[in-house]
């Protein structure tokens, strides 16, 4: 499991019909405009379905990074991506995607 700021990531499977994004952009700050994304988009491919987000590394590692944060590497593999939340009593449902 990674944590990256606003965004959480751990090794997953990527569920079936997951169509590739034509980016690498894991999350884009609401507030700042800052992004966490994979360095270099040639190493890893961001799929989505149904609102859901997955992250496949197809070379031996790739390197997410954020303006903010110190760069993490993840090492070849599948992982599902969150971005975390926080209790909003006002927000539907009572919770919110935590601003970055």
């Known amino acids: 499991m990674y944590r990256h700021g606003d965004v959480f990531i751990a090794t997953g499977e990527i569920s079936k019909g997951a169509k ?4 690498c952009v894991l999350a884009e700050g609401e507030v700042t ?3 966490h994304e994979i360095e270099e988009p040639s190493t890893a491919d961001l799929l989505q379905f149904r609102g859901k987000l997955f992250l496949r590394v197809t070379a031996k590692q790739a390197t997410l990074v954020h303006q903010e944060h110190k760069p993490i ?4 593999g599948d992982y599902r991506i969150w971005i975390q939340r926080e209790y909003e009593p006002k927000a539907p449902r009572g919770f919110r995607n935590v601003s970055d």
Not at 20 to 23: F, I, K, S
Not at 73 to 76: G, I, N, Q, R
């Open 20 to 23: 590739q994004l034509p980016h």
């Open 33 to 35: 405009g800052h992004r």
């Open 73 to 76: 590497a993840l090492p070849k």
